[in-house]
């Protein structure tokens, strides 16, 4: 540090400490706020007093004060005498031609009991009268983000910040002093800076003598003591703030990133720990709904277990009881739980109609066992810790999708915080309310394009193998991969290689397919969920239900025609993407006529499986946008930005789970 910046930063922390020390006693911690109303609605004055009967818990705080208002006329002036419980409180001097006018009357102590009291106001004139009568241990507050409350001055009450908060303003108040001198762009702010200073010095420091002089006291909360020094110091903070930001751009700049292996690489692991927190802040929310039992997120139906443990431990206690919660309202998390226990189907295989027990098709559910695989290899065959383990995984899975995603968009030349936007996909949000693999899908995708771009083919074709074995509409990406290579490049083996991605799901298909066979025979080998119809069918008969008033989920009509219209979006863009992007363009337009070929029966009857089914399409537009040429960067960067607006407006407002998403950006709307 030079001598010219020593003494500033010296002189900055000074009145930093300064500062912070002022603020510290202006604040309060908590404070209970009591008020027990009394009298509520007219009631004339008369010449004997009048009596008012209420009741009051027993006072924990005070002192206590007591708000009387009047109105009506008063022909002289006349001093009316109030009193709690047989105790003089104090009189009310009304003044000649008021018409309304209100008192706050210190109540002595111990006039107050717990119980039954009793209090009396006058003799007055009738032409009086007694609007509102309260007993409480304040004299006014205000809520929201500006929040204080007034005390009389004899009031007891826990002040200051907590310690965290105390060191966070400090070091903020620092900053922001050490700016004071300012060189650049915050030159023109340093008048402003020590303006604001001395005011925000002075309404603490008259906040805190005000009390000396016979005032009452006035104590901010925490929040809006840092919401009053923001605004007072925003222009500073602004002009701070991009400083610093146009520094940082310059740093992150994305030919830089790119030329910098270790840095790009830094920077998309920062945007995958974002992702990690959004994820894990969402899985609190719903964790939270679930009264911290991750065995909620699978929604198992009470039946359907308990045929699970009957075949599973026969004649023995269950020893599941008390440990899995249950719901009527079932989904396919349950069927990977219950696959994990066995996930090679060695159990049954003599007596394969028992998995039709506890898995509703097995034939189609267990060609997706990646997941379970992975699930039974973290939890170290431990089935209790499956729910848990089943939750974190998705939650991590978004978070290496990120990461994956910010690399490949380097390589193609843009920016990494374009990865920022994954996480908005709204199927991974149901992925990770209901703990089902789409996100690890998509990593393992996003994964073989990574390789794929670097040109290592095998390590690319290992990892859309697996992604297959997880969730086998990735497929549609392969064959881009491998047609773009044998058609465009006129690279026959490395087609070939990308190609034999499917080898390991043929593979497994064939095992399945042998463990089912008396039960389904060859079917297994193509087996489907038969949600599958011509384009623009389902969606059609989606709208003609909702139109015609006989959707069967009503409630979710403008969510799923909103979701549908962000579906039509993507497939207007396709062509467009394809012809100019390679692969990725290639893979969007299958992805985006898959999704509008699906049908209504199996897909667009609930939202939640649309949303699930068409993810790919979401990620492929990514991918596609950031293959654009260079020449249409801008055009692509502005309808990107434009579309993902949309879904995030969906995803807030619209979305079924919107109260989680929110709650995981800690956001209040």
């Known amino acids: 540090m030079t001598k010219t910046a020593f003494p500033r930063a010296v002189k900055a922390l000074l009145f930093a400490a300064g500062f912070t020390a002022l603020f510290w006693p202006a604040t309060f911690r908590a404070y209970e706020r009591v008020s027990v109303t009394v009298q509520k609605g007219p009631a004339a004055l008369a010449e004997t007093p009048l009596r008012f009967a209420f009741e009051a818990a027993a006072p924990a705080g005070g002192p206590w004060v007591l708000a009387l208002k009047l109105s009506g006329g008063n022909p002289s002036r006349r001093a009316l005498d109030v009193s709690l419980g047989g105790t003089a409180v104090g009189t009310v001097d009304l003044r000649p031609g008021e018409i309304e006018r209100e008192f706050a009357l210190l109540v002595p102590a111990g006039a107050l009991r717990s119980g039954r009291n009793e209090l009396a106001l006058g003799p007055g004139p009738p032409s009086l009268r007694v609007e509102r009568i309260t007993v409480k241990n304040f004299l006014g507050f205000s809520r929201g983000w500006l929040s204080f409350i007034v005390l009389p001055r004899t009031a007891e009450v826990g002040r200051g910040l907590p310690v965290p908060g105390a060191a966070a303003l400090f070091l903020a108040l620092g900053i922001l002093f050490l700016l004071r001198p300012g060189s650049g762009r915050l030159k023109a702010a340093r008048a402003y800076l020590a303006a604001a200073s001395v005011f925000t010095g002075l309404v603490f420091g008259g906040a805190l003598l005000y009390p000396l002089v016979g005032g009452p006291k006035l104590l901010f909360e925490g929040r809006s003591l840092w919401l009053f020094v923001v605004l007072l110091h925003a222009p500073v903070v602004l002009r701070g703030a991009a400083a610093a930001f146009g520094n940082l751009r310059v740093r992150l700049r994305t030919d830089r990133l790119a030329a910098a292996p270790l840095r790009g690489s830094?920077?998309?692991?920062?945007?995958?720990?974002?992702?990690?927190?959004?994820?894990?802040?969402?899985?609190?929310?719903?964790?939270?709904?679930?009264?911290?039992?991750?065995?909620?997120?699978?929604?198992?139906?009470?039946?359907?277990?308990?045929?699970?443990?009957?075949?599973?431990?026969?004649?023995?206690?269950?020893?599941l009881s008390g440990r899995l919660k249950t719901t009527i309202e079932e989904y396919d998390g349950q069927y990977f739980y219950f696959m994990a226990h066995d996930p090679f189907l060695s159990r049954f295989r003599r007596d394969p109609e028992k998995y039709r027990w506890f898995i509703d098709e097995p034939a189609y559910r267990c060609h997706r066992i990646g997941y379970p695989w992975l699930v039974r290899l973290l939890s170290l065959g431990r089935p209790e810790t499956?729910?848990?383990?089943?939750?974190?995984?998705?939650?991590?899975?978004?978070?290496?999708?990120?990461?994956?995603?910010?690399?490949?968009?380097?390589?193609?030349?843009?920016?990494?915080?374009?990865?920022?936007?994954?996480?908005?996909?709204?199927?991974?949000?149901?992925?990770?309310?209901?703990?089902?693999?789409?996100?690890?899908?998509?990593?393992?995708?996003?994964?073989?394009?990574?390789?794929?771009?670097?040109?290592?083919?095998?390590?690319?074709?290992?990892?859309?193998?697996?992604?297959?074995?997880?969730?086998?509409?990735?497929?549609?990406?392969?064959?881009?991969?491998?047609?773009?290579?044998?058609?465009?490049?006129?690279?026959?083996?490395?087609?070939l290689i990308l190609a034999s991605a499917v080898l390991p799901l043929a593979l497994w298909r064939g095992f399945v397919t042998l463990r089912l066979f008396p039960v389904y025979g060859w079917k297994t080998l193509w087996f489907g969920p038969g949600d599958i119809t011509a384009p623009f069918v389902g969606i059609g008969r989606l709208v003609?239900?909702?139109?015609?008033?006989?959707?069967?989920?009503?409630?979710?009509?403008?969510?799923?025609?909103?979701?549908?219209?962000?579906?039509?979006?993507?497939?207007?863009?396709?062509?467009?993407?394809?012809?100019?992007?390679?692969?990725?363009?290639?893979?969007?337009?299958?992805?985006?006529?898959?999704?509008?070929?699906?049908?209504?029966?199996?897909?667009?009857?609930?939202?939640?499986?649309?949303?699930?089914?068409?993810?790919?399409?979401?990620?492929?537009?990514?991918?596609?946008?950031?293959?654009?040429?260079?020449?249409?960067?801008?055009?692509?960067?502005?309808?990107?930005?434009?579309?993902?607006?949309?879904?995030?407006?969906?995803?807030l407002f619209l979305a079924r789970l919107s109260p989680h998403v929110q709650d995981a950006l800690r956001l209040s709307f």
């Not at 939270?288 to 045929?307: M, N, Q, V």
């Not at 939650?395 to 193609?412: C, S």
């Open 266 to 319: 830094t920077v998309c692991l920062a945007l995958a720990v974002l992702a990690l927190a959004f994820n894990a802040g969402f899985v609190k929310s719903v964790l939270r709904f679930h009264e911290g039992d991750y065995s909620g997120f699978l929604h198992i139906y009470p039946e359907t277990l308990e045929k699970f443990v009957r075949l599973h431990f026969p004649g023995m206690a269950d020893p």
């Open 386 to 495: 499956y729910p848990a383990v089943m939750t974190w995984l998705i939650a991590a899975a978004g978070a290496a999708g990120v990461f994956l995603l910010g690399r490949i968009l380097l390589l193609l030349g843009r920016s990494p915080f374009w990865a920022l936007l994954y996480p908005l996909v709204p199927g991974f949000h149901l992925s990770l309310y209901f703990s089902l693999p789409e996100p690890l899908a998509a990593a393992f995708l996003l994964g073989g394009s990574l390789f794929y771009l670097r040109r290592r083919t095998v390590p690319a074709a290992v990892c859309l193998g697996f992604s297959l074995l997880i969730r086998e509409t990735g497929i549609l990406l392969v064959a881009a991969l491998a047609a773009f290579e044998l058609v465009r490049k006129k690279d026959v083996g490395r087609s």
């Open 544 to 651: 003609a239900e909702v139109v015609q008033g006989s959707y069967l989920y009503a409630d979710l009509a403008v969510p799923t025609l909103a979701y549908a219209f962000l579906l039509v979006l993507i497939a207007a863009a396709a062509p467009w993407l394809a012809g100019r992007t390679g692969p990725w363009g290639l893979g969007l337009l299958l992805f985006s006529l898959l999704s509008l070929s699906l049908n209504l029966e199996k897909i667009w009857v609930h939202v939640d499986n649309a949303a699930r089914g068409t993810h790919e399409a979401f990620v492929l537009v990514l991918l596609a946008s950031a293959a654009v040429p260079a020449g249409r960067k801008a055009a692509v960067r502005i309808g990107l930005a434009a579309f993902f607006a949309l879904v995030l407006a969906y995803d």
